[in-house]
Structure formats: structure tokens, C-alpha cells
T-cell receptor
């Protein structure tokens, strides 16, 4: 069973508000991924980290999100100004460098 | 681009088997993973394949044909509790980012 912890489980924001969610990866896993799963079950990769360094991110993430994985603190993903289209399940996964990814339960964001 | 396709739904009967198909067309390939996801829950890792052929893991088996861009997940001796969505995900060569299909919702009937 996955030991990835995500908080909060549910988040409700108004349009234009900031929305912040957190992830604690499995102990010993240096790589963290964030994915967005929309209501049609379509997954979109957002960003990944190895330790505190960003490995890869998509344009949307670069422009509208801020994310970090500080040492000894939870990783976080924050939408700077929420839009209705951001309503989705945000999944955090962690892994060893080249192994399978283990997912947390997700943060379900609703933007009103 | 990354294209991973799965049928949306599949139905089968308790005690029999179900085969969940996945086709992919991606700009790079570093293996394919299968996950199970129940409503409102995290995807749970089931299997990873990178070489052609059948990988038998008991209740779940997976097949891969890289030349055809095709994989399947085979569930045998189905139980009602196997009803869930099954996600196929291609692992990209760069940083192992996963590109998912939209999942196949399997319903196992008595």
C-alpha cells in the first residue's frame, strides 16, 4: 500500500483565489510527481522533482502554478489564481529514481 | 505527442476472465505500467513491463508487444471486488513521466 500522504483531501475555492495542496512522499523516495486527473479521467503531468530540484514541468505549470519540494518539509503545489477549469483531482506520486510510482489519495479541488 | 488509448468500459462475469486492452503511440518508450483505481481513491500499482511477451503475476498478467504499440492486462478468476478502473500508462524516457490512458471501467457481474 502507498504511504504517500496528501492534504487536504478536499479543497473548495472561488475563481481567482489561491489553492494550495501538500504532499509527503514515501520515506526514501527522492522523486515526486504531480498529476491532474480531470472529470473525464484524463491525466495530465504537471511537474516533477528530484529532491528539491525541478526535473520537468509543462507550460501551464510554469505560468500559473508554483511548486516546491523543500528538504524536511512537505512538497506543495499552489495555483496562483484558480480557474473553473482547474477543478480536478490532483495526485502526487513518489518513486525511487527509476522505479514505479506510488500515488497518494489526491486532493480534489473544486473551483466555484 | 503521447497517445494512450483504452476502451472506456468492459463487463465480465465472476469466475471468468477479463482482458483490458491498451494501445499507445508515443514519442519515446521506457516501459508500460498498469494501475487499478477505485472511485475516489489513489491509483494502485499493479505491474510494469518493458520487454515483449507475457508476464504472469498470478491473478494479474500483462502482455506487451512493442512493435505493435499494444499491451493488455489479463485478470483471471474474477471476483466482484475486481470491479474498478484499470489504467494503462506509458513511461517516457525522460524522467519517467507517466502518460496515462483514460482508464477502462471493469464491471464484474455475479
Amino acid at each position: 500500500n502507498s504511504k504517500v500522504i496528501q492534504t487536504p483531501r478536499y479543497l473548495v475555492k472561488g475563481q481567482g483565489q489561491k489553492a494550495k495542496m501538500r504532499c509527503i512522499p514515501e520515506k526514501g523516495h527522492p522523486v515526486v510527481f504531480w498529476y491532474q486527473q480531470n472529470k473525464n479521467n484524463e491525466f495530465k503531468f504537471l511537474i516533477n522533482f528530484q529532491n528539491q530540484e525541478v526535473l520537468q514541468q509543462i507550460d501551464m505549470t510554469e505560468k500559473r502554478f508554483s511548486a516546491e519540494c523543500p528538504s524536511n518539509s512537505p512538497c506543495s503545489l499552489e495555483i496562483q489564481s484558480s480557474e473553473a477549469g482547474d477543478s480536478a483531482l490532483y495526485l502526487c506520486a513518489s518513486s525511487l529514481s527509476t522505479a514505479e510510482q506510488f500515488f497518494g489519495p489526491g486532493t480534489r479541488l473544486t473551483v466555484l | 505527442g503521447q497517445g494512450v488509448e483504452q476502451p472506456a468500459k468492459l463487463m465480465s462475469v465472476e469466475g471468468t476472465f477479463a482482458r483490458v486492452n491498451c494501445t499507445y503511440s508515443t514519442s519515446g518508450f521506457n516501459g508500460l505500467s498498469w494501475y487499478q483505481q477505485r472511485e475516489g481513491q489513489a491509483p494502485v500499482f499493479l505491474s510494469y513491463v518493458v520487454l515483449d511477451g507475457l508476464k504472469d503475476s498470478g491473478h494479474f498478467s500483462t502482455f506487451l508487444s512493442r512493435s505493435n504499440g499494444y499491451s493488455y492486462l489479463l485478470l483471471t478468476e474474477l471476483q466482484i471486488k475486481d470491479s474498478a478502473s484499470y489504467l494503462c500508462a506509458v513511461r517516457a524516457p525522460n524522467y519517467n513521466v507517466l502518460y496515462f490512458g483514460s482508464g477502462t471501467k471493469l464491471t464484474v457481474e455475479p
